[in-house]
C-alpha cells in the first residue's frame, strides 16, 4: 500500500485553477531527513547512491520553495545530485510540475531513468510524461505522401523509409529516438516529420492517430512533463508545441541546466528569416500548384522571380561566412535594394496564391507560410535615405553562409520578455546548474533572466578537489592572439598527454582549432609511436565518439563548444582536460557588440559586466568534465596566460573548483606517475 505521506498533491482545484501544494507544515525537512538518510528509500535504489549533506540540504530549499509558491536559483557544484535534489520533492509536493532541461538526450535520461528510480524508490504514484517538438514525431500524412512520391536523393534515405515504414506499425509513440537503425540527424526525417508550417491540424485524415497529438494529451493528463528549453522557449514564442496548454495548470516549472536559458530564449524571443526558408517555400508552392492548380497560373514563373530576388540577395554578400550588424552594412551596398526587390516578388506571389488558395487546403497552407515570411521580411524597415531602421529593443544583423542568408532581429534583453511570461498565476520557478554564479555571485544569470532580488543559493561539490585534481597554467606560452598559438599549445600538450597515457579532452573555442589540433595531434602520435586512438567532433556523431572514447580507455578526443557541457566520463577513461583559451565570446558577436554598447551607454563596463561572466560561466562548464565521481583524479589544463598576467584572472580562477594550482610540468608529470610502493 502506498505511504499517505508520499502521496503527492492534486494538481488543479475543482475550478481548474492550480491548488497550493499540500506540503505538511514544518514537515518537509523532516521527510526529507528520512528520504536522503543512509537507510531511506533511496539507497536500496540507487547502486552509487551515498547521503550528501548539499543534496539534502538542496532538496529542503526546493521543496520550500514549492511550499512557497516562490522562485529558488540553486548552484548545485558537480557531483550534490541535483536531479534526485529536485526530483524528490517534485514528485511528492510538486503537483502539476513541468521539468525543462538542456537537450532531448537529458529529457529522455530524466524520462527512463532518472524519475522511474525516484517514483519506485519513494512509491510515489505520479503520472509522467515526455513532450519533444514535433519534428521528433513520424508523420503519418507525410510519412505517405513520401511512400507515394519517392523524392528520394540517396540509397540511405531508400533504406531509412523502409526502416520508418516499419517502426510507425510497431511504435506507440511515434519518437524517432525509439528508432537507433536511422541516424537522428538523417535526412530523411525532413520528409516525414510536419513543422508548424506544414501541419495539416484537424483537417488531416490521421489526426485520431497522430503522435504530435497523442503526446500532447498525454502531456495534459500527467503529473510530471518533461521538455526541452528549445521546445519551453519556442511554445512561448510560437505557442506551437503544446507546453502553452500546459502552463496554466502548473504549479512547479523547473529548469535543469539553467545557465543555458538566456541563450536559449534569446534565439526564440527573437526573428529570423532566411532565403533557404524562401527557397524552401517555392518549392512547396510549384509542387502544390501543379497538383490541384494546373490550369491556372504558370506556377515555374511565379516561383522562378522570387527564387531569382533570395538568391540575389545572398549574393549582395561576397565572402562564405560572415555575420554583420546592420550598422556595418554600407549605405551604398548592394543589399537595401536587393531586399525591397525580394519583398516585392513575394508580394506579388501572394497574390496569386490568395487568387487560388480555395482551390486546396495546401494551396491556402503555403499562402499562410508566405504572408508570415513576407512580415518577417517587413521588420527590415527603411528610413528616407534608404536604409533599413534600427530599434531600441533589438539588434538588426545578417549572417551569411555558403548558399544561404539569414536576417535576424534578436532582443537586446529578455528579461522584460521572460519576467512577463512569470506573471499570473502563483506557482514556483526553480533554477538549477552546476554553474550560474561567477565567485558566489548570482548578479550576471539573475540580470539576463529579469531575476533580480529573488533567492540564490550555492550547494558545494561533494569532491575533493584538492587532492582528486590539478589546475597547471603552463608558462611560456604566447598571446592566444599572437601567430603560432595553437601550435604552441600542442608543443605544450604533447608531454602533459603522454604522461596522462591518453585519456584526454582537448576542448578549443573555435571549430578552426579543432581542426589544427586534430591534424597535428595525429602526426605528431604517429611520429612518437604513441598508441593513442583520437576522436574528432564532425568526425562521426557526439553520442558515438563518446562511447568508443570510454571504451578505448587511452583516448583523446578533440571537440569544441558540444563537448564543453553534457558529457559525462567518470573513472580512468578521462584524466586530463585541456583548454586552449579562455572561451570569450567571438568580437565580431553583432548581439554582443549591441548589448555591451547598451552597458556602457549606462555607464558599466561591457567587459567586466558581461563578457568576462559569459566566459567564466563557460569554463566552469568545460572544467567540470574533469571530475565526476569521488575516485576521481585529474589534470586541468588551462593554456591560456592571461589566467596570470591579466587582473581579472583572479577572478576567473577562484570560480573553478579549488584544485591544487601549479605552473610547472614537472608537478604534472609527477601527478600522473603511479604512487611509489612502500620498501621494506
Known amino acids: 500500500m502506498t505511504d499517505p505521506t508520499l502521496a503527492p498533491v492534486a494538481p488543479l482545484h475543482a475550478d481548474g485553477e492550480p491548488a497550493a501544494p499540500a506540503l505538511p507544515e514544518g514537515k518537509h525537512d523532516a521527510e526529507v531527513d528520512r528520504l536522503f538518510s543512509a537507510g531511506g528509500p533511496l539507497a536500496p535504489s540507487v547502486g552509487s547512491f551515498s547521503p550528501r549533506r548539499s543534496q539534502t540540504e538542496m532538496a529542503k530549499s526546493i521543496a520550500q520553495a514549492i511550499a512557497d509558491q516562490s522562485t529558488l536559483i540553486a548552484e548545485a557544484g558537480t557531483g550534490t545530485g541535483k536531479t534526485f535534489a529536485y526530483l524528490v520533492p517534485a514528485l511528492l509536493w510538486g503537483g502539476k510540475t513541468i521539468i525543462s532541461t538542456g537537450t532531448k538526450n537529458l529529457q529522455d535520461q530524466l524520462f527512463l531513468r532518472d524519475i522511474p528510480t525516484v517514483r519506485a524508490a519513494l512509491k510515489a504514484p505520479v503520472s509522467v510524461a515526455l513532450l519533444k517538438g514535433r519534428s521528433n514525431y513520424v508523420c503519418h500524412y507525410h510519412l505517405e505522401r513520401t511512400l507515394q512520391n519517392g ?56 489526426y485520431q492517430d ?87 497560373p504558370d506556377w515555374a514563373k511565379v516561383v522562378m522571380v522570387v527564387e531569382k530576388a533570395a538568391r540575389d540577395l545572398r549574393l549582395t554578400f561576397p565572402q562564405d561566412i560572415m555575420r554583420l550588424s546592420l550598422a556595418q552594412i554600407m549605405p551604398s551596398s548592394d543589399f537595401f535594394p536587393a531586399l525591397n526587390t525580394l519583398k516585392d516578388k513575394l508580394a506579388e506571389m501572394i497574390g ?24 518577417a521580411l517587413d521588420g527590415w524597415k527603411q528610413d528616407g535615405k534608404g536604409k533599413v531602421v534600427e530599434g531600441d529593443q533589438a539588434v538588426l544583423w545578417v549572417e551569411a553562409f555558403s548558399s544561404s542568408l539569414q536576417l535576424h532581429k534578436t532582443p537586446l534583453s529578455i528579461a522584460p520578455i521572460f519576467n512577463n511570461q512569470r506573471e499570473g498565476t502563483p506557482r514556483s520557478w526553480i533554477f538549477t546548474s552546476a554553474t550560474l554564479a561567477v565567485k558566489n555571485d548570482f548578479k550576471h544569470f539573475s540580470n539576463q533572466m529579469g531575476l533580480t532580488g529573488e533567492p540564490a543559493k550555492t550547494w558545494p561539490s561533494p569532491f575533493n578537489y584538492e587532492q582528486q585534481g590539478l589546475l597547471y597554467v603552463p608558462n611560456g606560452l604566447p598571446e592566444p592572439n599572437s601567430f603560432g598559438y595553437t601550435d604552441a599549445v600542442i608543443d605544450c ?24 589540433v586534430s591534424e597535428r595531434l595525429r602526426d605528431e602520435f604517429a611520429k612518437r609511436g604513441l598508441d593513442f586512438p583520437l576522436f574528432v ?75 568576462l561572466p559569459e566566459a567564466i560561466i563557460n569554463l566552469k562548464q568545460g572544467a567540470g568534465r574533469l571530475i565526476r565521481d569521488e575516485t576521481d583524479r585529474g589534470v586541468l589544463m588551462i593554456c591560456d596566460p592571461r589566467l596570470i598576467s591579466k587582473s581579472y584572472g583572479k577572478r576567473v580562477w577562484q570560480s573553478l573548483p579549488s584544485f591544487k594550482r601549479t605552473r610547472l610540468q614537472e608537478d604534472v608529470i609527477a601527478f600522473f606517475k603511479p604512487p611509489q610502493e612502500p620498501q621494506d
Not at 153 to 163: I, Q
Not at 222 to 241: I, R, S
Not at 272 to 284: A, F, Y
Not at 494 to 515: D, M, N, Q, Y
Open 537 to 611: 567532433q564532425g568526425e562521426r556523431g557526439r553520442t558515438e565518439l563518446l562511447d568508443s572514447f570510454r571504451n578505448a580507455g587511452n583516448g583523446v578526443l578533440v571537440g569544441s563548444q558540444s563537448f564543453w557541457e553534457g558529457v559525462d566520463v567518470r573513472g580512468d577513461a578521462l584524466s586530463l582536460v585541456i583548454i586552449d583559451k579562455l572561451p570569450f565570446a567571438p568580437p565580431d558577436d553583432p548581439v554582443l557588440a549591441a548589448r555591451i554598447d547598451v552597458m556602457e551607454k549606462q555607464g558599466l563596463n561591457g567587459f567586466m559586466h558581461h563578457t
Open 151 to 206: 523524392r528520394m536523393t540517396s540509397r540511405d534515405d531508400v533504406g531509412n523509409l523502409r526502416e520508418i515504414s516499419r517502426f510507425i506499425k510497431m511504435t506507440s509513440s511515434g519518437d524517432k529516438a525509439e528508432l537507433a537503425k536511422v541516424p537522428e540527424n538523417a535526412q530523411i526525417w525532413n520528409l516525414v516529420t510536419s513543422t508548424r508550417d506544414t501541419c495539416m491540424g484537424a483537417e488531416c485524415q490521421y
Open 210 to 296: 497522430c503522435f504530435v497529438m497523442k503526446a500532447r494529451r498525454e502531456a495534459q493528463q500527467a503529473d510530471v512533463v518533461v521538455v526541452n528549453h528549445h521546445l519551453f522557449f519556442a511554445d512561448v514564442a510560437l505557442k506551437d508545441t503544446g507546453v502553452a496548454e500546459l502552463l496554466p495548470s502548473a504549479n512547479t516549472i523547473i529548469f535543469d541546466e539553467a545557465h543555458q536559458l538566456p541563450d536559449t530564449a534569446t534565439l526564440f524571443f527573437g526573428q529570423t528569416v532566411s532565403t533557404s526558408q524562401i527557397l524552401e517555400l517555392c518549392r512547396d508552392v510549384l509542387a502544390e500548384g501543379l497538383a490541384h492548380a494546373r490550369g491556372g
Open 352 to 375: 496569386v496564391l490568395e487568387d487560388q488558395a480555395a482551390r486546396a487546403e495546401t494551396i491556402e497552407q503555403v499562402r499562410v507560410r508566405a504572408v508570415e515570411l513576407a512580415a
Open 493 to 516: 600538450a604533447l608531454p602533459v598527454i603522454e604522461a596522462a597515457g591518453g585519456r584526454t579532452f582537448f576542448l578549443c573555442t573555435t571549430i578552426r582549432a579543432v581542426k589544427q
